[in-house]
């Protein structure tokens, strides 16, 4: 590795992931940026697939949870890891294949040309890619709203679980992070903190395969349940430091 390299774990939360955790992983460690290295970080949230026995045969880091935490306490699994570990960046991908590796390199630009602190990868604003469902894009919308009432800012793609955060923002998730609906939860903590979000265009894909974990009437709830977290985000005291838990 270049001693000029910045070090970033691409952090994948994984449940169930067996049909695509391969491909994933195969897809960060093909993926070669000039001054950045690229590590896989595993986080297995106690999949009773064969999702962490296929991990472990690949080039990967693998925290291989005891028991299911769901996506706040998988990621944040990640987030600890990388900042014990000293790393520059930690990036967010989902493990279900739907944000390419070969666009990483997008947030990571972004990243340097605005010095911000938490980057997120958007697929509405070029529009290209796969679009999500018509509900759940109904669903992103609402959450556009109601995010900006408590927060002042606007993401299109809130939902998005493709992030960058710069060691600044890795410090604080890895202390704080929202358990049950982290993304949308999680813009109303940065804006509070007075963190710099920027969010950039991405071509995303559909699931590669499984299933998702919401669906059909699942969405309503979901969309009720992510809005009281929002307001009690904004209600909750703000972190003084990372290291107040």
């Not at 590590?39 to 297995?44: D, E």
């Not at 990868?121 to 109904?138: D, E, P, V, W, Y």
């Not at 979000?197 to 979901?222: F, K």
């Not at 009720?224 to 307001?231: E, G, N, P, R, T």
Request: aromatic share 10%; proline share 3%; hydrophobic share 45%.
């Amino acid at each position: 590795m270049d001693n000029n390299s910045f070090r970033v774990a691409v952090i994948i939360p994984a449940y169930n992931e067996a049909a695509n955790i391969a491909m994933v992983i195969s897809e960060i460690n093909q993926t070669k940026l000039n001054s950045y290295q690229l590590t896989a970080v595993v986080v297995n949230d106690s999949s009773t697939d064969a999702t962490a026995a296929i991990a472990s045969k690949l080039e990967c880091i693998l925290l291989d949870l005891p028991l299911n935490l769901g996506i706040g306490g998988a990621v944040q699994t990640g987030f600890k890891y990388a900042f014990d570990q000293k790393f520059d960046f930690a990036l967010q991908l989902d493990g279900d294949g739907q944000h390419p590796a070969h666009e990483i390199h997008k947030l990571l630009e972004v990243q340097k040309v605005h010095a911000a602190d938490v980057v997120i990868g958007s697929r509405f604003i070029a529009k290209n890619g796969f679009q999500s469902t018509l509900g759940r894009r109904l669903g992103i919308q609402f959450l556009k709203h109601w995010i900006k009432v408590f927060s002042g800012i606007e993401i299109l793609d809130n939902t998005s679980g493709f992030r960058l955060y710069n060691s600044k923002a890795l410090k604080t998730v890895a202390f704080h992070y929202p358990d049950e609906y982290p993304e949308p939860e999680s813009i109303v903590l940065f804006a509070k903190l007075k963190f710099k979000i920027i969010e950039t265009a991405v071509e995303m894909r559909e699931r590669q395969g499984g299933t998702s974990s919401i669906r059909h009437l699942a969405q309503l709830y979901y969309m009720f349940k992510v809005s009281l977290a929002i307001f009690y985000s904004f209600l909750r005291q703000t972190p003084k430091n990372s290291k107040n838990i």
